[in-house]
């Protein structure tokens, strides 16, 4: 979200704003299936499959993603912004990768010390990355847990931070990740 001085337009880059909205829907799906998951006894099985699926592609999409965003810089923050919230966007950004690229790793790392194989879509096996260890899987899906519920709270925070500058300050926030026209809603209202 932090852009350099300097960068041109107002947009993120196509390939940054797909990526962004099938992250967050794989998000989305996996926290969704997650709490679904370690509330329900019946279906446990498809659902830890689906669970593990998507877990799995989050990962992948999130080490794009970190390329990308090194990549592309993007555009610069609205004027609105001020010092102090450019250092918490960073801090949240950061927090906000690094939490999507644990979660994933804590997961296959808790199914690993469970015992229990590794298999994405039944094909793909993948090594066990702990020991075999009942006190290491009960810390781990501990951790797993509580990550769950920081992202929910960070992309709350996230979320409410983009409609605050979107609704109230009407600096184009929001705009800079979607998609259609560049030019703001006042302006295509008023032709």
């Known amino acids: 979200m932090i852009a350099s001085a300097g960068v041109s337009g107002t947009r993120y880059a196509l390939s940054t704003r797909v990526l962004h909205w099938l992250g967050a829907a794989l998000v989305f799906g996996t926290l969704l299936v997650g709490f679904v998951l370690a509330n329900s006894l019946a279906g446990y099985a498809a659902l830890l499959t689906v669970h593990k699926a ?21 555009p610069a923050l609205p004027a609105t912004v001020g010092r102090a919230e450019r250092v918490a966007v960073l801090a949240s950004e ?47 899906r501990d951790g797993h847990s509580i990550l769950a519920y920081g992202l ?11 409609l605050l500058h979107t609704l109230t300050l009407r600096d184009g926030m929001l705009r800079r990740i979607t998609f259609g026209s560049d030019e703001p809603l006042e302006l295509r209202r008023r032709t």
Do not use: C, E, K
């Open 94 to 140: 950061l927090g906000m990768y690094v939490l999507l690229l644990a979660q994933p790793l804590i997961g296959w790392a808790m199914l690993s010390a469970s015992g229990v194989p590794v298999v994405i879509g039944g094909v793909v096996r993948l090594p066990p990355i702990a020991p075999v260890d009942a006190a290491l899987f009960g810390l781990l």
């Open 54 to 74: 998507l877990g799995a592609l989050v990962f992948v999409v999130f080490v794009v993603r970190v390329i990308n965003r090194i990549t592309d810089r993007g």
């Open 152 to 162: 929910v709270a960070m992309i709350a925070a996230h979320v409410s931070a983009v």
